[in-house]
């Protein structure tokens, strides 16, 4: 399934769906073409990327169902009751909400710096109702759904480093192994102590998780 697809199955009815860095806006099109909100704003930093989702939503703009703002993260965003952050950096969307606020539903996904992205989100006290990781047969992505408050479950190590629900998620496998593989050629290259211990505590944690939690899942 491609990524846009699998993101998509993650989105849920709502009023007012805001797709914010939404560049061509395939995740617009989607609430949209399949009834899930009644209206819904399209934004992207970028004018020459939101031109992408104003020329495929053209025909919502022109019924009023779709709105376009240029603007840097949910700067200018409001009254949306679902809103969709996807296919940037861990780092970037915590910048976003520290720069304007948490929205009140939100849909992440993250393409790196995912456990940073969870920890913000954990120590702002919002509920997380999905945390999993999906594939497209390529690359693998976190998914982190939750709501603005709420609280959630106590999160440990393994939780917190790949997602909750990722850890009965038969996909994680893959990505751990592959991310093991990864890592462990990295350790013959010269580094820091400081980088190399840190490099050994992540293949640590990704064997524990392979042996302990993602047995019998593939
Ligand atoms: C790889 S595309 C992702 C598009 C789509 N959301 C997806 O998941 O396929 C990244 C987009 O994020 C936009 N972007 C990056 N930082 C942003 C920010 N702080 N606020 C709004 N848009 C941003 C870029 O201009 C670009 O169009």
Redesign the pocket.
């Known amino acids: 399934m491609d ?2 697809k699998s ?1 998509c199955s993650y989105l849920e009815n709502c009023t007012v769906f805001a ?9 617009a099109q989607y609430m949209l073409k399949n009834g899930l909100c009644e209206k819904c704003i399209i ?4 004018d020459k ?2 031109d992408k989702a104003r020329g495929l939503l053209s025909s919502y703009i022109s019924a009023g169902r779709c709105t376009a703002i240029c ?3 949910l ?1 200018k965003i409001e009254g949306a009751d679902l809103v ?5 950096g861990g780092e ?1 969307i915590i ?2 909400l520290k720069n304007s606020y948490i929205p009140e539903n939100f849909v992440f ?1 993250p ?1 790196k710096n995912a456990r940073e992205l969870r920890a913000y989100l954990i120590e702002k006290g919002c509920e997380i109702t999905r945390d999993d990781i999906f594939s497209d047969g390529r690359n693998y992505y976190f998914v982190i759904k939750g709501k603005a408050f709420g609280k959630s479950p106590a999160y440990g190590a393994y939780e917190l480093a790949f997602g909750r629900d990722s850890l009965k998620n038969a996909v994680l496998n893959g990505y751990l192994t592959a991310e093991l593989s990864k890592k462990q050629s990295y350790l013959s290259a010269q580094m820091s102590v400081k980088a190399r211990a840190e490099l050994e505590a992540e293949v640590k944690l990704i064997r524990e998780v392979l042996e302990n939690e993602t047995d019998g899942n593939t």
Do not use: F, P, T
Request: proline share 0%.
């Open positions: 990524r846009i993101l797709d914010v860095a939404c560049d061509h806006g395939y995740c934004s992207d930093v970028s990327s939101l603007c840097d993260g700067e969709l952050i996807a296919g940037i970037e910048k976003i996904q393409m």
